[in-house]
């Protein structure tokens, strides 16, 4: 049997999917409560797997897969204390284009990153993801990803052991060897919008009441947690995510990708060879600047997709597949493989239209293989398609944030 994980911020005021379903391992029970050729530029994606990782530029970083699991794409990322050489290389962050800012396990870190504070209490956050949500206090940090320069944000340390307010149900994100998640998507802009309070260092009580954080664009506190690439002084437009070509198969370790920053902005990150699709700052799905219209194999009228390397799979609501037996959460297509259709619209009228295989689970489980195009399971919702990592596959996908001179939307 294997389990899977959903993260997802549907249920609050802004959308983020981050669903991370992993596989289990031989004597591994329970669900998992975290969380969601290669190269920069337009065109496409890598090849297929490679032998060791690819060069990178100064303006990206190198993304693999996480071995033993499934579709899981991390990346390092180093943390100073601020004005410091006290620093901390964490691998095995996920790389999330459905979330926003930088959270970390506590159980990872072991330098001693200064808290946030107001009026001389402590400040937690909890950001909420569908399987439970990561709580712990907000520290600043000078964030390095790869060779660009160090930033100064503030990022959340999670830990699911301190006592939470009531409306917050924290897990932990260790599990199966992920560090922490580096959310560099939507909903698109710089801070993250979670929900503040001030407590003491042992944490919230259940009655706390949260702060204000009524608008998301202002960097003044409390929205702080940030989106690292958003501050960066150049290459701060948005991000091009390449991933390795893997066959219905499925590709063993190791598969790669590449995390290119900027838009425009270098000779490795232009939009060559891709289409954008705007998103609509107002949408049948009643989200802002989160998604672009999806019309899917099964799916309702009027339904949204959105595009989110966080989800480990392909994520629908239809009744076209049964699941993989009783409490499963994966679709087994009989026969196997089945085909789904998905059309993609942009709020600036751009379509493109895709035929997607999805593969039972049951021969999946069956092998070792780490990455999986054709990987599938449930939305709670027949209205949303969530094009989880499978889609990146072979292809650059490019994430443009909502700047003053640029609405935000999704390349590929």
Not at 106 to 127: F, K, M, N, Q, W
Not at 355 to 367: D, G, K, W, Y
Request: hydrophobic share 30%.
């Amino acid at each position: 049997m294997t389990k899977r994980l959903l993260a997802d911020e549907t249920e609050r005021q802004l959308f983020g999917l981050f669903r991370l379903y992993r596989r289990v391992l031989p004597g591994v029970l329970g669900l998992l409560l975290i969380l969601s050729g290669c190269g920069g530029g337009g065109g496409g994606g890598g090849g297929g797997s490679s032998s060791g990782p690819p060069a990178v530029y100064a303006n990206q970083v190198v993304v693999s897969l996480l071995s033993g699991e499934w579709n899981i794409p991390t990346v390092s990322v180093t943390l100073c204390v601020p004005g410091s050489s006290t620093c901390q290389t964490i691998d095995n962050i996920l790389l999330d284009t459905g979330s926003v800012g930088l959270r970390i396990s506590h159980s990872v870190l072991t330098i001693p990153l200064p808290a946030v504070t107001d009026r001389g209490s402590d400040v937690y956050e909890c950001y909420k993801f569908g399987s439970g949500d990561t709580f712990g206090s907000v520290s600043s940090a000078d964030v390095t990803l790869g060779s660009e320069p160090a930033v100064a944000v503030d990022v959340q340390i999670s830990n699911h052991t301190l006592s939470s307010p009531s409306s917050c149900s924290p897990s932990t994100i260790t599990t199966a060897g992920v560090n922490g998640i580096l959310g560099v998507g939507y909903p698109f802009a710089q801070y993250d919008a979670g929900t503040y309070y001030t407590c003491p260092s042992s944490g919230c009580p259940s009655t706390t009441s949260s702060l204000s954080c009524s608008n998301s664009t202002n960097g003044s506190f409390p929205c702080q947690v940030a989106n690292p690439v958003f501050s960066f002084p150049s290459d701060n437009n948005g991000v091009l995510l390449a991933m390795d070509s893997v066959s219905a198969s499925g590709a063993a370790s190791p598969v790669y990708g590449v995390l290119t920053f900027g838009i425009g902005t270098q000779s490795d990150n232009s939009l060559s060879g891709l289409t954008t699709y705007t998103v609509s700052s107002s949408n049948t799905c009643g989200s802002s600047y989160s998604y672009i219209d999806a019309s899917f194999t099964g799916g309702a009228s009027g339904s949204c997709g959105f595009l989110d390397s966080g989800s480990n799979g392909l994520f629908f609501g239809t009744g076209a597949f049964p699941l993989c037996g009783s409490g499963n959460s994966w679709y087994c297509p009989s026969p196997s493989p089945g085909t789904i259709s998905l059309t993609l619209t942009g709020a600036n009228g751009n379509q493109r239209s895709f035929s997607l295989s999805i593969l039972s689970e049951n021969t999946i489980s069956m092998s070792n293989d780490i990455g999986w195009n054709d990987l599938a399971g449930p939305y709670s919702s027949n209205r949303t398609f969530d094009a989880g990592l499978p889609f990146f596959f072979g292809r650059t996908v490019a994430v443009g944030y909502q700047t003053g001179g640029q609405t935000p939307f999704w390349a590929f």
